[in-house]
C-alpha cells in the first residue's frame, strides 16, 4: 500500500502549479495508519481540492477507526 500512496502523491507533486485537482480520495488504508495522514500533503499542494476518505461499511462500529475519521475531520484533514 505504501507505495500506492507514495505513487499517488508523485502525481500530485507533479499536478501541483499546472492543473487544478477538484477531489482527492483515499483508502482508509492506503496511508498506513490513519488514512488521513496523507491528506496533509494533500492540503499543502492543493489546497481547494476537497478530501476525501473510503472506508469500508461498518467501520464506525469499530471505535479505533471511528476516531480516526473524527479526528482527521476536527483537524480539517478530510471533507
Known amino acids: ?6 505513487e499517488a502523491l508523485e502525481l500530485l507533486e507533479a499536478l501541483a502549479g499546472d492543473d487544478e485537482v477538484a477531489l482527492v480520495l483515499a483508502a482508509h488504508e492506503l496511508a498506513g495508519t490513519t488514512g488521513g ?3 496533509e500533503t494533500v492540503r499543502q499542494l492543493h489546497s481547494h481540492a476537497k478530501r476525501g476518505l473510503l472506508v469500508p461499511a461498518g467501520a464506525w462500529a469499530n ?3 471511528a476516531a480516526a475519521i473524527l479526528d482527521a475531520r476536527a483537524l ?3 471533507d
Open 1 to 6: 500500500m505504501r507505495r500506492a500512496r507514495d
Open 37 to 39: 495522514d496523507s491528506f
Open 63 to 65: 471505535p479505533a477507526t
Open 76 to 78: 480539517g484533514r478530510i
